[in-house]
DNA sequence: GGGGGGACGTA
DNA sequence: CGTACGTCCCCCCA
């Protein structure tokens, strides 16, 4: 908690990524109905929000040239010419670029007489001073010359969607020349772009070399006549141009800039300049992806009035105390509304706003605030005896990470909250809330000097923006607190998923350690696979095709090689790899074979490769847990998602051993339910076989296959085994006697035998999903052990296909929901413990019934031991919870 | 660039 | 005609 992240800082050159972005998407699918082009923009604005998401900086700031004339042109009239001269559709676009980042309240900077490259370099230069990590995002290669162990250069690759990171490794590794030697091997090469010629027959390699060789290039200069050939003569003939180039190519890092690196703090966004501007480019869903990126957006195009509130609000000085204004709010829950980015590892905080009774708004803006109020604030934000109503936690926390370590005493949340209450709605954001359950909206009434540029009216709508979101948050805790009382489910937000809230915003701020080594190691052997099973396919058939292509592929098995057609699918036949599997058992086409294996090998490597792009400077990846997301009550991950990862096939495999033990641990852990909700469901049917076979604690198929089967146990075959364990996971899903037979390749008319035979064993498991059933058509909903509901309005539809598939969801919700619920209260244990013991050992992922635990050296037995007795004895069932627990230096060893 | 569809990884 | 997810690619449209 005490581990602050150093800021980071993007710098981008503003002309020459507008420029790449002109030309990467079509001018013409990019026009205003006024006849504005605005594709540089788009494709700009667009690179912007990826940055921002991706690497989360703290500052960023955008370098613009002043014009064509500069120092570089006064010692050198020809640098840059030759040139086409500049389209006119991109002329237009600079001044509405930087109306977008004005609105953005990112700053941007010209020079005369200097390049925004030497904007760069200066900024670059003056942040390491400051200790920050910095990225430099520019299409020009002279930017390479700033790489260093701080300063990470992006050059887009093809567009502006792809930028590749140069570190100095990278910039080795393609030019053979560490970063700050890039300048000499480009003043030797020459840069045709900048109308700069090199020394003829040298190109990167020789310059490389040499460079290698001499040590430096004013060594190469001096040691020209040791070289050899005509590239020695030709060099020997070039030596002042090389050396004016290479003074022209040196970036300067002591411009005199208006604007400081510490000035380019990310600042909150003035919404109504925002929504103007893209009003004028006509950017509908950039304009919404942009809003997503703050806390909670507001809603556009409502017929839901703004309320018409009187709101106190007061923004805290040295005059405003927040220590005043805390005394005044009293003993209730004070509301806490948090502007900034809330992703795990790179949150940051803008402004905070508290709202208490009587629509007393107070706003902190956290940049501007006093010594006392910053203490005063941290201090009250940290404090789990200061009750606090919020919306959405987990980003909360992050979000306020740096500033107070997270936050505490949180009583309620109105996001949290409205999931339980409705568990499949879409959203929860609270501008959805507000309309649902408060019938407002949460946009700031319009002012009169909408439109002008005056900056107190923007604070003003600011301030009434973030006040309306503060008291909407105290005025929805009290419906749901309502709502979920009356129903008996406050415990299950108050004594569940708040305090799951905690530990899983520290499990994502930790993150997982990743060797990335072997990642890469993965990739190109993924990669080289893939190659080879291309080419495999596309000799069987004689031609190249996308093989990714489900379209084309459908032409060459059905058309061209004439193969009986699979099943159908909206847009024509499967070519899935149950059916491809199929069609070459009866084909023998050596095409499905090379296909199938590249289908498998494709995909790991794109796992692979999404999984490197997901790695921190930490290297770490940090994943993010959705707690409202799954209508059953499941956590999912996304961003990456670290939940899917393979562990099937040997190959996936792999995979799990770049998940490593992180520096100052000792090993990893693996803890994971047996068979939960095979014991799930032996606990609610209250079958006495069931329940008797997890008692005796012998295999559950084997046992299970002697009664079904009618033999002793030690006489079930491998085939009775297979069958009845398949027939007892499909229980859990609802499964039919159609299903069944596919899985296990039977006729329908045996899968329903085995059906009867199985229910007729265990007569208790048929007749409590009936139950379930009927119950849930009866409530209109389903419930979790711990009473966690599921709305089923489809289980009386007249339509047979809603109704059947609202059915076996209701066999499936109380299972796998409680199989949520027991491994949430496990977490919530589990972690509770390791802190009263003062371990260092800690959580970090969850998999729906497994646990990775990251332990520290000296802890393993005792955190094991912890970890059967909080996870077996997480919930009272009538047939015990049994765990199995495994370690290793990855997350492959680990696993057992 | 966005959205639908298909495919596929996990529990 | 087996539940719950997230993410990738292709393709089509704008």
Not at 281 to 290: A, G, I, N, Q, V
Not at 418 to 444: I, K, N, W
Not at 716 to 723: D, H
Not at 863 to 881: D, K, T
Request: negative net charge.
């Amino acid at each position: 908690m005490n581990e602050f992240a150093r800021p980071r800082l993007l710098i981008i050159d503003g002309h020459s990524m507008a420029f790449r972005a002109f030309f990467a998407l079509p001018a013409d699918k990019f026009v205003t109905s006024g006849g504005a082009h605005t594709n540089a923009v788009h494709g700009f604005i667009n690179m912007l929000v990826s940055l921002i998401t991706q690497e989360k900086p703290t500052h960023i700031g955008v370098a613009f040239d002043a014009g064509s004339h500069t120092f570089r042109t006064d010692e050198y009239p020809e640098y840059k010419g030759g040139r086409d001269a500049t389209p006119e559709e991109f002329k237009g676009q600079v001044p509405l670029l930087k109306d977008v980042l004005a609105s953005m309240n990112i700053k941007f900077l010209d020079k005369d007489m200097f390049e925004a490259d030497d904007i760069l370099a200066t900024w670059a230069a003056e942040a390491t001073a400051n200790d920050m990590e910095v990225l430099v995002c520019s299409g020009d290669r002279d930017a390479f010359q700033l790489v260093n162990e701080h300063v990470t250069v992006l050059y887009p690759v093809k567009g502006v969607s792809e930028l590749k990171r140069y570190t100095p490794e990278a910039v080795e590794e393609k030019y053979g020349v560490r970063p700050e030697n890039y300048p000499d091997l480009a003043a030797l090469t020459g840069e045709t772009a900048d109308n700069i010629p090199g020394v003829p027959g040298v190109g990167p390699k020789t310059a490389a070399k040499w460079i290698t060789q001499f040590g430096s290039l004013e060594a190469i200069l001096d040691g020209a006549d040791t070289i050899k050939g005509k590239v020695g003569d030709n060099l020997r003939a070039h030596l002042d141009q090389v050396r004016r180039n290479r003074q022209i190519n040196r970036l300067l890092t002591d411009v005199d800039l208006a604007i400081g690196v510490l000035d380019l703090g990310m600042a909150p966004w003035d919404r109504e300049a925002m929504n103007e501007i893209f009003d004028v480019l006509e950017f509908r869903t950039l304009r919404e992806r942009l809003f997503k990126l703050m806390p909670a957006g507001e809603v556009e195009g409502s017929a839901v009035q703004t309320p018409d509130i009187e709101l106190d609000v007061t923004i805290f000085d040295s005059e405003h105390t927040v220590l005043d204004w805390l005394d005044a709010a009293g003993p209730d829950p004070v509301s806490v509304v948090v502007e900034g980015t809330q992703t795990p590892y790179g949150g940051s905080a803008w402004t905070v706003a508290l709202g208490s009774t009587g629509d007393r708004v107070g706003v902190a803006r956290l940049d501007e605030l006093s010594d006392a109020n910053t203490v005063a604030l941290r201090d009250w934000l940290a404090n789990q005896q200061a009750p606090k109503v919020v919306h959405n936690v987990k980003g909360v926390w992050h979000a306020l990470n740096r500033f107070s370590g997270g936050i505490r005493g949180v009583r309620f949340d109105v996001e949290l909250g409205a999931y339980l209450a409705h568990p499949d709605q879409r959203t929860y954001g609270l501008d959805v809330l507000a309309e649902r359950y408060l019938f407002t909206s949460l946009a700031p009434t319009e002012t009169s000097g909408q439109g002008e540029f005056d900056l107190g009216l923007e604070d003003d709508s600011q301030n009434q923006r973030l006040a309306l979101q503060a008291s909407a948050v105290l005025k929805l805790e009290a419906l749901l607190r309502t709502e979920l009382r009356e129903r008996n489910s406050l415990s299950l937000i108050e004594d569940l998923e708040l305090p799951l809230a905690d530990v899983l915003a520290s499990m994502e701020h930790d993150g997982v350690a990743i060797d990335t080594q072997h990642l890469r190691g993965l990739e190109g052997f993924f990669a080289q696979e893939a190659e080879t099973a291309a080419n495999e396919a596309y000799e069987a058939i004689g031609r190249k095709v996308n093989l990714g292509s489900p379209k084309q592929l459908q032409e060459v098995l059905f058309d061209q090689l004439d193969m009986p057609k699979t099943r159908k699918t909206k847009t024509g036949y499967t070519t899935d790899a149950a059916a491809l599997s199929d069609l070459f058992e009866k084909t023998q086409h050596p095409f499905l074979k090379h296909l199938l294996s590249y289908r498998d090998v494709t995909k790991l490597k794109q796992t692979v490769e999404t999984l490197l792009k997901s790695v921190t400077p930490d290297d770490r990846i940090h994943t993010t847990f959705q707690q409202t997301v799954a209508a059953t009550g499941r956590l999912s991950s996304t961003d990456p998602n670290l939940q899917n990862i393979p562990v099937r096939s040997e190959m996936g495999r792999r995979i799990r051993e770049a998940f490593i033990v992180g520096e100052g641990y000792e090993t990893l852990i693996t803890a994971d339910y047996s068979q939960i909700e095979m014991r799930i469901m032996a606990h609610l049917s209250g079958d006495d076989s069931l329940i008797a076979a997890f008692k005796a604690g012998e295999d559950l198929h084997n046992y299970v296959g002697s009664r079904v089967f009618n033999v002793s146990t030690d006489e079930v075959t491998p085939e009775m085994r297979s069958k009845v364990k398949a027939m007892s996971y499909g229980l859990a899903y609802g499964l039919t006697d159609f299903g069944l037979s596919k899985q296990l390749k039977v006729s329908v008319s045996e899968a329903r035998t085995l059906m009867e035979d199985y229910f007729e064993r265990f007569g208790g498991v048929s007749r409590y999903l009936h139950e379930v059933v009927e119950q849930a058509r009866v409530d209109g909903y389903t419930e979790t052990i711990l009473g966690r509901r599921r709305y089923l309005p489809d289980l009386t539809s007249d339509n047979r296909q809603r109704r059947e598939n609202a059915e076996r969801v209701a066999l499936n919700a109380p299972i796998q929901g409680s199989a949520a619920d027991i491994i949430k209260i496990a977490m919530i244990r589990v972690d509770k413990r390791l802190r009263e013991e003062n371990l260092e050992s800690r959580l970090l992922l969850q998999i729906h019934d497994e646990l990775l635990i990251e332990a520290a050296s000296g802890e393993i037995e005792e955190v094991e031991a912890i970890l059967r007795e909080e996870m077996s004895g997480a919930m009272e069932l009538s047939v015990p919870l049994s765990v199995s627990v495994g370690r290793g230096r990855n997350w492959h060893e680990a696993g057992h």
